[in-house]
């Protein structure tokens, strides 16, 4: 299967490098067999502190799971130095944040929660613990006394 990014879009107001925050941030994704085409009805998160072995130990993955449907065993991981910002001159375009491994299992959705994390385009103010599930947050800046936002949340994958 290969590489997919994931590409996020937001209208940013006051706010630049919006950022997935530590290990732990968790990705919260539906998950489909390319082998048999289910789909995963419940969202299953992928963090990058996780690592599972591969059968016939060639090596680990984020996670490796065996299809319910089919019982293929597929694995996806996250690659850590495809992690990018999105930053303010990125605003209301697709860039991607992330790119996927992935042996068997595609990502079909994806469905932002808490973890974010951003600062101020102006006043580099730091905002943390940012939630996107709503697929809007606002905030007010005390040091420029403006509101700042992250609206219109989206996303597509796309092959790398």
């Excluded at 974010?116 to 102006?122: L, P, Q, V």
Aim: overall charge negative; charged content about 30%; hydrophobic content about 30%.
């Amino acid at each position: 299967m290969g590489k997919i990014g994931l590409q996020f879009k937001a209208t940013l107001e006051n706010i630049t490098d919006v950022r997935p925050v530590g290990e732990d941030f968790r990705w919260y994704l539906k998950l489909k067999c390319g082998n048999c085409g289910e789909v995963s009805e419940k969202w299953q998160y992928l963090r990058l502190m996780d690592s599972h072995p591969l059968k016939g130990g060639r090596g680990s993955a984020t996670m490796v799971q065996k299809c319910k449907l089919c019982s293929r065993e597929n694995s996806i991981d996250i690659l850590s130095q495809t992690m990018k910002a999105y930053n303010a001159e990125d605003s209301e375009t697709f860039k991607t944040i992330v790119e996927f491994e992935c042996r068997g299992l595609e990502p079909v959705d994806f469905q932002p929660q808490a973890g974010f994390a951003a600062k101020g385009a102006e006043s580099g103010t730091p905002f943390n613990d940012i939630n996107l599930l709503e697929k809007d947050w606002n905030d007010y800046d005390e040091k420029i006394k403006e509101s700042v936002g992250i609206y219109e949340v989206t996303h597509r994958f796309v092959k790398c």
